[in-house]
């Protein structure tokens, strides 16, 4: 293989393909509302939150249709473009708390947990987007 060839491999799979997956990464992060955690806990004891997976630093899941309207103010909900057709992905980042399984048990919730990936962390170079950060949102009770 030629020198040039070789370097190009190397570089592409030390640089390239890392800020691929990143941004990717990034991607999907940036989709979600980021709620508190207070406020997730509110959902879970409505029932209104599913397909929820619980990872070491983080919760990811939807926030039911039906109710999505009567959570967050109009203009925010037109802010983000919420069709009204589908769940809402939210996130909110973990904190200590054993309850959490039984409570998520307790009110018939659904959730699975997740492997930690140190590549794809929060705590990384690039940090963790989010529409809702610069900017929060309350939800309505």
């Known amino acids: 293989m030629e020198k040039k060839t070789r370097n190009f491999i190397i570089l592409y799979f030390i640089v390239v393909l890392p800020l ?16 508190s955690y207070s406020q997730f806990k ?3 004891k409505q029932r209104l939150v599913t397909n929820l997976v619980v990872g070491e630093k983080q919760v990811r899941g939807e926030i039911k249709t039906e109710s999505v309207k009567n959570l967050f103010p109009p203009e925010h ?13 939210f996130m909110v980042f973990r904190v200590d708390d054993p309850a959490l ?3 998520l048990e307790e009110a018939g919730i659904r959730f699975s947990g997740e492997a930690t990936n140190p590549w794809a962390s929060c705590d990384s170079f690039f940090g963790c987007p989010s529409r809702s950060l610069s900017r929060p949102v309350g939800l309505r009770f």
């Open 42 to 44: 509110s959902l879970v």
């Open 20 to 35: 691929v997956i990143s941004a990717i990464y990034l991607l999907e992060i940036s989709q979600a509302e980021n709620i």
């Open 77 to 89: 909900l037109k802010e983000i473009a919420y069709d009204g057709k589908s769940n809402l992905r």
């Open 101 to 103: 399984a039984g409570e």
